[in-house]
């Protein structure tokens, strides 16, 4: 079946501008995840999204970021007012998730993000 | 703290060397261990956790929580296994705390 997908594959944006990254999960998952994968920092944790619960935020590096999740699917992460430091691969995971028991997370191409 | 830490950002070694890339982990409670990989152009995948206990493409991982290590290891490195790989730790939420990667480089 069809892989999580990432859309756009690549963004450049000038430096205060705002952007919008989509995730389409697996369908059938419940749970999905954003993790940032830049040089200086590795892969970090930015927010996780488990069927109808309020989403964890607590990855997210500043106000200037947010995400949500319609009808428990698709996602959207928006960052306001770009900064050159935004500059990463954005990637999404989602898994069957839930209940206490942790499932494997499968991820998607990642959307590179570059603030010019 | 929630932290995993791997130290080597770079291993190199000829192919059909013993491969061990070490992680340790930091964490309250009893944590699920992972290894993921990301190949060339290729998305990040699971490589294996430490509750199914499997060996994938001859790769182990053994948790030792007096140690609170999870290295990871392969008796005879293929040219195929370059890659960057990435220790994980997960809660009960399941979301991960990546280690910062190393990169194995295997020559032939």
């Known amino acids: 079946g069809a892989g999580v997908s990432q859309s756009p594959s690549n963004k450049v944006t000038e430096k205060g501008k705002d952007v919008e990254l989509r995730c389409d999960p697996i369908?059938?998952?419940?749970?999905l995840y954003w993790y940032r994968q830049s040089l200086g920092q590795g892969l970090e944790f930015l927010i996780y999204f488990q069927g109808n619960s309020a989403p964890d935020k607590s990855g997210l590096p500043s106000d200037r970021f947010s995400a949500e999740r319609t009808g428990g699917s698709v996602s959207t992460l928006t960052i306001q007012r770009t900064q050159q430091e935004d500059s990463a691969v954005y990637l999404c995971?989602?898994?069957?998730?839930?209940?206490?028991?942790?499932?494997?997370?499968?991820f998607g191409p990642g959307t590179r993000l570059t603030v010019t | 703290a929630q932290r995993v830490t791997q130290p080597e950002k770079l291993l190199s070694v000829f192919k059909g060397a013993p491969v061990e890339l070490k992680c340790n982990y930091s964490y309250s409670g009893s944590p699920e261990l992972f290894w993921y990989v990301q190949y060339s152009r290729q998305r990040l995948q699971l490589l294996l956790r430490h509750i199914s206990r499997e060996s994938i493409k001859g790769f182990t991982a053994d948790l030792n929580k007096g140690e609170t290590s999870f290295h990871l290891k392969k008796p005879f490195a293929q040219e195929e296994d370059s890659a960057m790989y990435y220790c994980?730790?997960?809660?009960?939420?399941?979301?991960?705390?990546f280690g910062q990667g190393t990169t194995l480089q295997v020559k032939p």
């Open positions: 369908s059938g998952h419940t749970a």
């Open positions: 995971a989602s898994s069957l998730g839930g209940g206490g028991a942790v499932y494997e997370q499968y």
């Open positions: 994980a730790g997960s809660g009960n939420t399941g979301k991960l705390i």
